[in-house]
Nanobody
C-alpha cells in the first residue's frame, strides 16, 4: 500500500526557512518521480516542484524558483523541499505526491505559515 507522510511544516517569519520531508513506502521509491504541491485557502492546488526518478532532474514553479529546492534520497525513500526566503504568499498546506501505475497518491499534508 502506497503511503506518503509529510513532516517539517510550521510557522516562520518572512525571510525564514523550512525543510519539508516526505517519507514514502509501499512502492519502489527510486523508480518513480515525486512532486510537492501546495494549496492555500480558497485557491486551487498548485505544483511547487517535481523530481524525476533515476536522474533526479528537477522542475520548480516560477513563483518559487531560486528560493525552493526539491531533492530526494533514494536510500531513505524520502523527498525533501528546502524552502528559503519564505514569503507570506507561501502560506499553504503542502502535499507530497507520486503517480504509481496511473494512480495519484497524496500525503495528508503539512501546514506552512509565513507571518510576522
Amino acid at each position: 500500500q502506497v503511503q506518503l507522510v509529510e513532516s517539517g511544516g510550521g510557522s516562520v517569519p518572512p525571510g525564514g526557512s523550512l525543510r519539508l520531508s516526505c517519507a514514502a513506502s509501499g512502492f519502489v521509491f527510486r523508480a518513480y518521480g515525486m512532486s510537492w504541491y501546495r494549496q492555500a485557502p480558497g485557491k486551487l492546488r498548485e505544483l511547487v516542484g517535481s523530481i524525476t526518478a533515476y536522474d533526479g532532474s528537477t522542475n520548480h514553479a516560477d513563483s518559487v524558483k531560486g528560493r525552493f529546492t526539491i531533492s530526494r534520497d533514494n536510500a531513505k525513500n524520502t523527498v525533501y523541499l528546502q524552502m528559503n526566503a519564505l514569503k507570506p504568499e507561501d502560506t499553504a498546506m503542502y502535499y507530497c505526491n507520486t503517480r504509481v501505475l496511473g494512480y495519484d497518491y497524496w500525503g495528508q499534508g503539512t501546514q506552512v505559515t509565513v507571518s510576522s
